[in-house]
């Protein structure tokens, strides 16, 4: 499985695909999640008693950046839908479930449906951490049945 790592990131273009995913996301989570404020200055504050659910932001970006990546590798290699389906899926899962934290733009557009969106917004807010625990753990295990499939499908030694 380590050789299948180094056969996708050894080409510069996924590598690419990779770091602006993982950017892009940590960008947009950051924001949403209330560590980085763009108006009216740019401020990036993490606190100690955030730290951790800090931390589970850059570990969502990172493993849906490298997962999402090889993904790419994989469908342009294999070709065929109907077996990658799962993966793709698994990802977008997985990147979706960390991304559940309710900032001010969650709160304004979940509120907006009524008693549902309160019950939304609060069970958001309420299990935030054991949902980016979670969104961790699939992404965990869609990287890992990328590396089985595509070291199975190039068939390398």
Same mark, same amino acid.
């Given at each position: 499985?380590?050789?299948?790592?180094?056969?996708?990131?050894?080409?510069?273009?996924?590598?690419?695909?990779?770091?602006?995913?993982?950017?892009?996301?940590?960008?947009?989570?950051?924001?949403?999640?209330?560590?980085?404020?763009?108006?009216?200055?740019?401020?990036?504050?993490?606190?100690?008693?955030?730290?951790?659910?800090?931390?589970?932001?850059?570990?969502?970006?990172?493993?849906?950046?490298?997962?999402?990546?090889?993904?790419?590798?994989?469908? !342009?290699?294999?070709?065929?839908? !109907?077996?990658?389906?799962?993966?793709?899926?698994?990802?977008?899962?997985?990147?979706?479930?960390?991304?559940?934290?309710?900032?001010?733009?969650?709160?304004?557009?979940?509120?907006?449906?009524?008693?549902?969106?309160?019950?939304?917004?609060?069970?958001?807010?309420?299990?935030?951490?054991?949902?980016?625990?979670?969104?961790?753990?699939?992404?965990?295990?869609?990287?890992?049945?990328?590396?089985?499939?595509?070291?199975?499908?190039?068939?390398?030694?």
């Amino acid at each position: 499985m380590e050789n299948s790592f180094k056969l996708v990131f050894s080409n510069y273009r996924y590598s690419t695909i990779s770091i602006l995913i993982t950017l892009g996301l940590f960008f947009s989570l950051s924001i949403v999640s209330e560590y980085l404020f763009i108006e009216p200055y740019v401020v990036f504050a993490v606190y100690p008693d955030t730290a951790f659910n800090f931390s589970l932001i850059v570990i969502i970006s990172i493993l849906a950046g490298i997962v999402v990546s090889m993904n790419i590798f994989r469908v !342009r290699l294999v070709k065929k839908v !109907r077996k990658i389906g799962s993966s793709i899926t698994g990802t977008i899962i997985g990147a979706s479930a960390g991304a559940c934290s309710c900032g001010p733009i969650g709160f304004s557009i979940i509120t907006t449906f009524g008693t549902t969106g309160s019950i939304a917004s609060s069970f958001l807010t309420n299990y935030e951490l054991p949902l980016r625990l979670i969104s961790i753990i699939i992404l965990v295990l869609v990287l890992w049945t990328t590396l089985k499939s595509i070291s199975r499908e190039c068939k390398i030694t």
